[in-house]
């Protein structure tokens, strides 16, 4: 079975870094893409920027250049998701997928909730 | 940036009725190769998205027949030919053509 299993929910203090992950199984992990998704709190879908876990290319949505770092190790088949000073309005769900051009996000994690309050 | 903009934002729809949710985009999603990429994703409540169809007609595996997507260039169209109580929840529409970028959402709930 094909799955992306993300880490649990973290609770951080503005200013703090964090790095969140997404492993992924049941598939060639260099083969595929995986993106990264942003949902605030009732808010709807933003997408964030992908990784190729082959060869580490990255691509970003200018609304979050600079502001994340996507990477990944492809010797443990996982993709990770960081900031270096976390702001309270980084509060969300944050969701991994496996992404190709034709499916777009076919298989997605279960969410990882990202709470940054003082 | 593409911009995709659906309508309408919210519907009240009664079981065994159709449902209708449009999606335009601010540029045409017909790629060079042929295809367009377009694609519309579901969330429960509670649950991660889920794919639903993908290069704007074509059902994801295990998707059930009364939904179907049509559309070219920059304007399409979800339908549900007879709405369930299972259907109920936030339906996106997502473009691929340069980066990726959803639409608004239109939430969905059963009269």
């Known amino acids: 079975e094909v799955q992306l299993v993300q880490s649990g929910a973290e609770v951080k203090k503005p200013g703090e870094s964090l790095k969140i992950s997404c492993k992924g199984s049941?598939?060639?992990?260099?083969?595929?893409?995986i993106g990264w998704v942003r949902q605030m709190p009732g808010k709807g879908l933003e997408w964030m920027g992908i990784i190729y876990p082959g060869d580490s290319e990255t691509r970003y949505s200018p609304s979050f250049q600079g502001q994340v770092t996507i990477s990944a190790d492809k010797s443990i088949s996982t993709a990770y998701l960081q900031w270096s000073s976390l702001k309270a309005s980084d509060t969300a769900m944050y969701y991994c997928a496996r992404h190709t051009r034709s499916y777009g996000l076919d298989v997605w994690g279960q969410g990882t909730t990202v709470t940054v309050s003082s | 940036d593409i911009v995709m903009t659906q309508t309408p934002l919210s519907l009240s729809v009664t079981p065994g009725q159709p449902a209708s949710i449009s999606c335009k985009s601010s540029?045409?999603?017909?790629?060079?190769?042929?295809?367009?990429?377009l694609y519309w994703y579901l969330q429960k409540p509670g649950q991660s998205p889920q794919l639903l169809i993908y290069?704007?007609?074509s059902r994801f595996s295990g998707v059930p027949d009364r939904f179907s997507g049509s559309g070219s260039g920059t304007d399409f169209t979800l339908k549900i030919s007879r709405v369930e109580a299972e259907d109920v929840g936030v339906y996106y529409c997502m473009q691929g053509i340069h980066l990726w970028t959803f639409g608004q959402g239109t939430n969905m709930e059963i009269k």
């Open positions: 290069e704007v007609s």
């Open positions: 049941g598939y060639s992990f260099t083969s595929y893409w």
């Open positions: 540029q045409s999603l017909l790629h060079s190769d042929g295809k367009t990429y």
